[in-house]
């Protein structure tokens, strides 16, 4: 458990994690979009090395990169086995089952790497500026984005809490059980784990109380030449690829 990175922001002194956010984010947006309009052999390699440039110019250790996948292996499976015999008349689609498995599985990889790369706060900044319009409906932007990057934030929170409390029982001679008998066993797991998730959304929200200068704290820095030149490369590449 305690190697599951989804929601964890990984620090390193790299080129992609000193971009600005905004240009992380809309990047991002732009990857996901093309890859979902359409996805082929060309558009496989092609966003398969720019998975790969991320990750060595971000120096991200690639097995980091490997257990990305490793919660939604059952569900790339299933997705493979029902492409396999979708809309096919001469045999199995072997061919269709594999570009879409992989490409759920760029799309995984490259979104999971907006969050490894960029600081927490930086998506709070991000999601405060999307929904800053929406003040004139009633909506509080501070504490819908302070309530969406703890949310992500406690996704790794809680499996390194129940790492912690599985090493713990096995310092005590304690077997721990496994699979589904183990989310059911409320006095050796469930009540520890959720004692020390309320304990940590208590802390949390006791700071966030006393800050009152969240207007400066959400300020992001303005967008360069260089993160605009980026921005532009990234979606003239993806919409070359697209109707090549």
Known sequence: MNKVVIGKYIHRNSFIHRLNPITKFLSTIVFLIFIGLKFDLLSFIFYTIIAVAITLL?????MEIL?????????LIFTFAIQLFYDNNNGLNYIAAFLYTCKFSLMIIISSLFTITTKPIDIVKIVYI?????KVFGVNP????TSCIIAI???PLIFEEADKI????????IIPKKGLRLLFSLHTFLIPLFNRVFYYAEQISIT????TNWEHILTIDKM????????????AGCYGISIL
Not at 208 to 211: A, D, E, G, I
């Open 208 to 211: 966030l109380n006393y800050r």
């Open 166 to 173: 599985i090493t713990a029982q096995k310092l005590r001679g």
């Open 130 to 134: 999307i929904l800053k319009p929406f």
């Open 67 to 75: 257990t990305l996948l490793k919660p939604f292996r059952y569900l």
């Open 224 to 235: 360069r030449k260089l993160d605009i030149l980026l921005i532009t490369s990234i979606i």
């Open 153 to 155: 934030r406690f996704i």
């Open 58 to 62: 971000s120096r991200i250790k690639p």
């Open 142 to 145: 501070t504490e819908m984005a």
